[in-house]
């Protein structure tokens, strides 16, 4: 598994997202499946240098998003794999009306099957808005 987790040193994405990223591109990818045990918190923080803090961020994020889930005194494991597979793309409108859904209908005709859409609509009030985005991105 740590042939695969990359994290680099220089770049100016945080390295706890560049855990985040990783893991999903790996999924992505099919390196890593569903039920696969990834490393503990400890062993990858002393495998690339970082403090336990930051990898614990990463994981954090990546159980909130659904991605891993841990087991008590087992490890933490892969549990989704489906909609990472594909590019998630986020379609926001601020009302519904027929125009905009055959808009929406066109775009997901076009993208076709590789790509996972989700619909969110805020009807102009921007908390509705805010809080979608903190649902999508768990900030």
């Known amino acids: 598994m740590f042939n695969f987790i990359t994290v680099d040193e220089n770049s100016r994405i945080p390295k706890y997202q560049q855990i985040v990223d990783s893991i999903i591109d790996n999924i992505s990818n099919g390196n890593f499946n569903i039920n696969d045990k990834i490393p503990s918190i400890n062993s990858l923080s002393e495998e690339y240098y970082l403090s336990r803090d930051t990898v614990e ?24 794999t489906e909609l990472i597979s594909k590019v998630n793309i986020i379609f926001l409108v601020n009302k519904m009306s027929s125009y905009k859904m055959k ?19 805020y009807h102009c ?15």
């Open 57 to 80: 961020k990463a994981y954090n994020i990546l159980k909130k998003k659904k991605v891993i889930v841990s087991i008590r005194g087992k490890g933490n494991y892969i549990c989704r």
């Open 125 to 139: 009030e921007e908390s509705i808005f805010l809080n979608i985005l903190k649902k999508i991105w768990g900030v």
């Open 103 to 121: 808009i929406y209908d066109s775009f997901i005709k076009k993208l076709g099957l590789n790509y996972h859409v989700d619909l969110h609509i």
